[in-house]
């Protein structure tokens, strides 16, 4: 809870995806505190624009918090899971903070029957296998060829850079005006036979990208 | 409820029939509507829910991926059902994600949200809450409110309908009713018409007409049936009337003939038993001055007046030389012993003889005493002097006592000290008479070896004197008691059967009693003659009527605690006509 009270204006939202936040819910007056923080966001026009240190740490944890949110909207091609409640791979490449926050996050849910497990692989590698997998913006620039590396094999890649779906991404996690947006590359998506929920698709912004 | 009581009966069946119809249709019809506004609610519940849940599942990405703005969005689509007034998506925490208010309408009253899925009807709202979820997992709930003016407006509706039906349904009922009673009240009021000119007029000839084959059917001929049944016994009633008086002529005409009958027997029966009593009286005393008589003939017998005779011619044959004769000559010198000793022989029958002659005289006097006290029977002798009763048993017993010697009885006086009291000496005398020979024939049929009579006089209260003869003799069988008092009852051959009821007729009108006991056959009889010692009470007791003297006598029976005690007092007879 210590977390959300940190939690800037207009990131009130997130608090819900946050560990404390799902389990169990704090007492009414941090929660009043909250709704009156989330009016003043939306009436102040999303106003200050200070990142703070605490704002940073909170973008990880969004970051963290849609990661494990995906599974619920993605369908992947058959054969991607052995059995019916074989577990769902998130696979992170490098180092990152979001991947720090993923642990908390993923312990005890179960997503469509499924856990989610989380995977570390050292920078520079490209895994085959594994259902999501999260590539950093510094593992981006370090090794701007392995999206094309793994094209065609099935897994929902998500990124954090501004040219990751121009690079065949299909899903990118961006800071528009204080929040953090979801971009889709449908075509990429076709390609590697994922199918994106129609919710998904509502709540994000939809590009018809480079087919690369 | 009086009032209804009082209508008349085509009124209390509209009533009825109104009241009834009202209710049953009123029943009716809130069972309708109730039914159907229940339906209604739930399918409102339904449709409200499904919508909630619809709604509900297109919010979840945008809860999932912060987008408030979507999901306000999402509930936006709401516009097209005009009964949600608002809605609201929470998250988990309780906090609210989303908020839709319908264009111009008020926010309702909050409700405490809930996670579960509910739904919950105030006044005017419906509040529904179902859970989102995605990928099985849940993310928040919808709470959907929707304005309940629909379900009022039916409620209205079907309070109009049901108005409307009721007065349609009740002018019907009261037009059919009002046709139909007809059947019931019509033979009913025609009855009633009937029987009230016949309690006004008396007249049972009319008749009721029979309409139906009904219950009222039967009860119009039931009516005349029992017309018909007041009618046949006036009839006969009158006609008993009639010959009852007739046979009222004829039996009095009897009973005139019947009387005269009796008047003449009881006269000759009254007639029988003076004589009788005569009879019975005098021959008791008969026997007496009998044995006087015997006794002055056997002492006359023993006189010897043909020595007197021989003395007198032996005096007169030496009447010259007389003085000679009796000094000088054998025979002469006797002549003055013997004759002393003839004097003495002469005296003693004369001692013996005069207290005969005065038994013999009292006797008679008895006798003539009887004899007039039955010549003017209606104020029978009234003579009443102050006596000493022992006295008077003392001259009984006297009158009795030659029967009683030589029958070895032993005579006990008990006698106790009692006043000198105004009796009918005669009317007492002839009941201890009485008593005492009845008590001497009981010892003569008894073969005991003592036998006894004792006689017991005593005063019995402050007024009365109580004298009791009671022998060990033969007894009197039970059923017997009640019959010794009857006037021509014996047990005795030669008994006349009038001494006990004679006695008990005197002892009656002396103001006293008699009565007799006996433990039964072999076992002894007590009588006991009670009278009172002031005329006074004479005078009450005969003032008594004949069951009070019964009462009394039973009483006395009880004070003695005598089984088998009878006492009779009959007052049977007192003849009707002097002779």
Redesign the interface.
Known sequence: MAVLMRAPPGKAGLRRSLPEGRNGRGPGKARRILCVLWVMAMGSGFGTLEATAAELASEYQVKAAYLVNLPKYVNWPAGAFAETNSPVVLTVVGESKVADEIPMIIEGRIVNGRRIILKRVASGDAPREGHILFVPAAEQKRSPGLLSKLRDTGILTVGESDDFLERGGIINLVRRDQHITLEVNVTAADKAQITLSSKLLGVSKVEKGNPK | MTSFHNLSLRRKLTVIIMLTSTLVLLLACAGFATFDLLGFRREMVQMVSSLAEVVGN?T?????????L?AMQTLTALRGEPKIVAAHVH???????ATYLREGAQPPPEVPHSLQSRHEFTATHLYVFRPIA????R??TIELIADLKDLQVRFWRYAGITVLVLGVSLLAAFALSSWLQKLVSDPILHLAQVARSVAIEKDYSVRAVEQSDDELGQLVKGFNTMLFQIQTRDAALLAAQTSLEERVVERTGELVKTHAQLLVVSREAGMATVATSILHNVGNVLNSVNVSADRILEKVRQLKPASLVKVAALLREHAKDLPEYLSHDPRGRELPGYLSALADQLADPQKDILPEVAALRKNVEHIREIVRMQQGYTNASDVWETLSITDLMEDAIGINADDLAPRKVELIREFSAVPAFPMEKHKVLQILINLLSNAKHALDASRASDRKLIVRIGPHGENRVRISVIDNGMGIPAENLTRIFQHGFTTRAGGHGFGLHSGAVAAQEMGGSLIARSEGPGMGAEFTLELPISRQGRSVCTAESGAEVMRRVAENGADRNARGAIALVNPILAPSSPI
């Open positions: 297109n979840t990405a945008a809860i999932d991926f912060n987008k408030p979507d998250t988990l925490d309780g906090g609210t994600f995605q990928g099985g997992e993310v928040g």
